[in-house]
């Protein structure tokens, strides 16, 4: 059992450098704080998109987390629980991203914003292209990072949880802002 000064010593480090991460993500949606205010989708979709996002890194962080426990991780990368994993993530990341993209339409839709298919295709686009390649990047460091701690023989889910949601938080605002600035 690990004392409180123990956690708090393991996780400071890691706390501060998501904190950054997070900063560093508000930043970055001030660049496009016009467009954002124009196209009421966009104001809709963000949260959605960053929340999700944020937790298939939380999802992939502990799943892998537990099949390291579980002996289940051989191979890194090549390991068969790590491509299901994967598999599994990809179908279900661009069903919600879709989803998300659809619903923030129909309720901008409601609160009076005109429908149009090309805001619709624009935000859509947006939304798919931020998801996969944070999927990616996620799935990258919570395998890297969840060995590497694991061999160091920290919990992986203690580090790598709030590192995962930083990097979904500031990869997610990045992807989103640089794209609305070159579509919108």
Avoid: C
């Avoid at 904190?19 to 989708?41: C, E, K």
């Avoid at 879709?98 to 090309?118: C, E, H, T």
């Avoid at 919990?155 to 709030?162: C, E, F, K, R, S």
């Amino acid at each position: 059992m690990f004392s409180i000064k123990e956690i708090f010593k393991e996780s400071l480090g890691f706390l501060i450098f998501a904190s950054i991460l997070s900063l560093t993500a508000g930043i970055l949606l001030r660049n496009i704080q016009d467009r954002l205010l124009v196209i009421l989708p966009l104001i809709i979709v963000l949260p959605a998109l960053n929340g999700m996002i944020g937790n298939f890194g939380i999802i992939m962080t502990s799943r892998i987390t537990t099949a390291l426990y579980e002996k289940k991780v051989t191979g890194g990368f090549h390991s068969r629980i790590i491509k299901h994993l994967f598999r599994e993530m990809i179908p279900i990341s661009i069903f919600s991203a879709l989803f998300i993209s659809v619903l923030s339409i129909l309720i901008a839709n409601f609160r009076g914003f005109d429908f149009n298919p090309v805001i619709l295709w624009k935000i859509t686009l947006i939304t798919l292209t931020t998801t996969i390649s944070l999927v990616f990047l996620v799935f990258t460091v919570s395998i890297f990072g969840s060995l590497y701690v694991y061999k160091r023989r920290i919990d992986p889910d203690d580090v790598l949880i709030p590192i995962t949601t930083s990097i979904a938080d500031l990869g997610s605002m990045a992807i989103f802002s640089l794209l609305v600035a070159v579509l919108f």
